[in-house]
């Protein structure tokens, strides 16, 4: 009967476990999740991005027709004197109204407004990049947060299974003591190395805690069970194929070449204001006097031309400092392409170096644990004295300390050479996000739209959405 009971138990026990919900541990893709929907810096540069965009819509607006108004009342005092009244001086008064409505379009302008309008778009599609160059640096910090809190985790865990390791050995060698195989010497080594794990465990753990921080930052929320890195992202077969890919593809060789055509057409620009412009202009007045029966209606509209003639050489300074800039722009091209190309070899070197130390370190933790195994028999048959096992331990404890490094090293420079050549982004890493689309809010402004327009109360909407209206 009591064995049916304890059987019964146990069946209940499983069942209960089987039931009880079990908590999912956190993947590197929820991390870098986690940091794309929270990152503050991402949403500072969205931003610095729509503010670009404006920057289109008030060049589109150069091209519509500008109309003002102006209103102005006014009161008029003053005396007379009349010869024919035996010179008696009289006051006078007068208030008077006017308003008047002044409107100019631009006819011709030798394309300065265009080529204004092209300098905006280029701007817009450099900071796009710029915003890209920015998610990738999120994304990495994601990565490398992830990563210190799984390398702090495993070194906790490390430090934790030494000081029981090292309590055991000290237990024992206190009673080897008490039966005389072994002198005092012995047990005040183990107690000096005990101690120096729990120091260790110590650290260890209060760099757990910054760690975790770290993550809390990066990613807005505290860590839970983290997995392991299962795999690496897939990479170019070799540096020549990636520094390739880098050229072409990276956020910041975009982004300057972005900024040198922007610089051409600011040539363009200053050529053109040397060069007459051609307005429409037109004018309403309407004037009221009240103290009178005067009242006025009249407008003008016309065509006016003009042009510099002499400015004390601004204009040809304009256009030479244009020039310079857009040579700046170009040599900056050139250095940042340079610094790609370094920085992809530079990745993959620290990528190499992290598997040649990670293979190292494999063959070093295998020897350790034969060694400690073997050295921690001896001691059982009296061939080996305690520090004998204490100094096999500590070496075998160092290969794993440093097998976990490599690891983590492993993982965090493969993530870094595909920075290095523009494919750390939601989407190549097909994260499960909702991604933040830039050309919604440019087609929604680039038209520079009314307020109280069908396409201004959307975009109104938009900005409400984002929290920013």
């Known amino acids: 009967m009591a064995k049916r009971m304890k059987l019964a138990g146990v069946a209940v026990a499983l069942l209960l476990m089987i039931a009880a919900p079990v908590a999912k541990a956190e993947s590197l893709a929820d991390a870098m999740i986690g940091a794309y929907n929270t990152s503050g810096l ?6 610095v991005l729509r503010a670009a965009d404006e920057d289109v819509a008030q060049a589109v607006s150069s091209l519509r027709p500008v109309i ?14 009349s010869a024919s009244t035996g010179n008696q001086i009289s006051p006078t008064v007068s208030n008077t109204v006017s308003a008047s409505l002044t409107g100019e379009l631009t006819l011709y302008d030798n394309g300065q407004t265009k080529l204004a309008i092209d300098t905006a778009k280029e701007a817009v599609l450099g900071t796009r990049q710029q915003l890209v160059s920015v998610e990738q640096q999120v994304l990495l910090s994601a990565v490398e947060a992830y990563l210190e809190v ?14 029981r390791l090292i309590t055991q050995e000290l237990r024992a060698a206190q009673e080897r003591f008490e039966v005389g195989e072994v002198t005092r010497t012995d047990t005040s080594l183990a107690e000096a190395r005990l101690a120096a794990a729990r120091s260790q465990l110590a650290a260890a753990q209060g760099a757990l805690t910054i760690a975790r921080e770290q993550y809390f930052a990066i990613v807005g929320r505290l860590p839970g069970a983290l997995e392991p890195l299962r795999s690496l992202p897939e990479l170019p077969a070799s540096v020549d194929a990636a520094k390739a890919i880098a050229v072409r593809n990276h956020p910041q060789v975009k982004s ?7 610089a051409e057409l600011n040539i363009l620009r200053a050529e053109a204001a040397m060069k007459p412009t051609v307005r429409l202009a037109g004018r309403l007045t309407i004037t009221e006097g009240f103290d009178t029966d005067r009242f006025s209606r009249g407008g003008s509209l016309g065509v006016e031309a003009g042009g510099p003639i002499y400015q004390g050489g601004r204009l040809s300074s304009l256009v030479r400092q244009s020039m310079a800039n857009r040579d700046s722009a170009r040599g900056q091209l050139h250095q940042v392409i340079d610094q790609v190309s370094q920085n992809v070899g530079n990745a993959y070197a620290q990528l190499r170096i992290a598997q040649a130390s990670l293979a190292s370190t494999d063959e070093q933790v295998r020897a350790a644990t034969v060694a400690f195994r073997g050295v921690r028999e001896e001691a059982a048959l009296g061939a080996r004295t305690t520090l004998d096992v204490l100094n096999a331990e500590q070496e075998l404890l ?23 050549i523009g494919r750390l ?29 069908k396409q201004g109360q959307q975009l109104d909407r938009v900005l409400k959405s984002l929290g920013k209206n």
């Not at 991402?42 to 931003?47: D, F, P």
């Not at 003002?68 to 004197?81: E, M």
């Not at 799984?150 to 000081?163: D, F, G, M, P």
């Open 425 to 453: 982004t939601a989407t190549d890493l097909r994260l499960n996000v909702q991604q933040y689309d830039p050309v919604n809010y440019y087609n929604l402004v680039k038209d520079s739209p009314l307020q109280k327009s």
């Open 398 to 420: 160092n290969a794993r300390s440093a097998q976990i490094s490599a690891q983590v090293d492993q993982g965090i420079a493969a993530y870094r050479v595909l920075s290095t």
């Open 68 to 81: 003002s108004w102006s209103a102005d009342a006014t009161r008029q005092f003053g005396t007379t004197r």
């Open 42 to 47: 991402l949403e500072q540069n969205r931003a």
């Open 256 to 262: 300057v070449q972005h900024q040198v055509a922007a």
């Open 150 to 163: 799984r390398r702090t985790l495993e070194n906790v865990a490390l430090r934790e299974n030494n000081v």
